[in-house]
């Protein structure tokens, strides 16, 4: 079976530092992968999303960027953190010819 | 653009009482529809799906019917229970733009025993 694994569960780091969230997947390959932050415990907005090894698209322009070193790694970095970087970052894969996303238990980010 | 809209919560209900969370979206070509849970602190879980226009999906007790000409995917349970409390989350999906998602804003459900 499949699953989804990222890390760290939790962080907490001052402005201006770097940023790196990893994401990786198990028991599929060539999986479509996302990267969604959710801010306030409520709403999800796309940040990234890859179909392919080296492939990213953006979808808002961010202090953040993201990564596709191998198939079923996903990578979300920063070179310097914002306070509005703060919030809860999911990783998401979606299988070749199926419709619907599977998320991992993602990573809450606190800057201050 | 594409978007999805759904009813504000916070939604509270008795034990065994009746659900419904409205969504309606809207997309220019023939989206997929989901509706995903997520409970304190962790990720989405997918709950159901429609793909196509009159699907109905179902698990767990809730149903939602793919209704195109009302543009719509409302969330049901006939009786829910304490354990159903959590953020319900309306997405549309999009095939032909590598598979995103748009999520509505969450309902948060909260079942009172």
């Known amino acids: 079976s499949q699953t989804i694994h990222q890390w760290p569960a939790t962080l907490v780091q001052p402005v201006g530092s770097p940023l790196s969230l990893e994401c990786t997947v198990e028991g599929t390959s060539n999986p479509n992968l996302y990267w969604y932050r959710q801010a306030a415990g409520r709403g999800l907005q796309l940040l990234f999303y890859s179909v392919g090894i080296g492939q990213i698209s953006s979808e808002v322009p961010q202090n953040l960027s993201a990564s596709r070193p191998q198939d079923r790694q996903f990578i979300l970095s920063s070179k310097k953190l914002l306070l509005s970087d703060s919030g809860f970052y999911l990783c998401?894969?979606?299988?070749?010819?199926?419709?619907?996303?599977?998320f991992g238990p993602g990573t809450r980010l606190t800057v201050t | 653009g594409d978007s999805v809209t759904q009813m504000e919560g916070p939604v509270t209900l008795s034990e065994e009482a009746f659900l419904t969370i409205n969504c309606t979206y809207t997309?220019?070509?023939?989206?997929?529809l989901f509706w995903y849970v997520q409970y304190p602190g962790e990720g989405l879980q997918l709950l159901l799906k429609a793909t196509k226009a009159d699907d109905k999906g179902s698990n767990k007790g809730f149903e939602a019917t793919y209704r195109k000409e009302t543009t719509s995917f409302h969330l049901e349970k006939g009786s829910v229970q304490v354990s159903d409390s959590a953020v319900y989350f309306c997405a549309l999906g999009l095939i032909n733009q590598g598979g995103k998602l748009i999520f509505g804003q969450g309902t948060e459900l909260s079942v009172k025993p």
């Open positions: 998401a894969w979606r299988g070749t010819g199926y419709y619907e996303q599977y």
């Open positions: 997309a220019t070509g023939y989206p997929s």
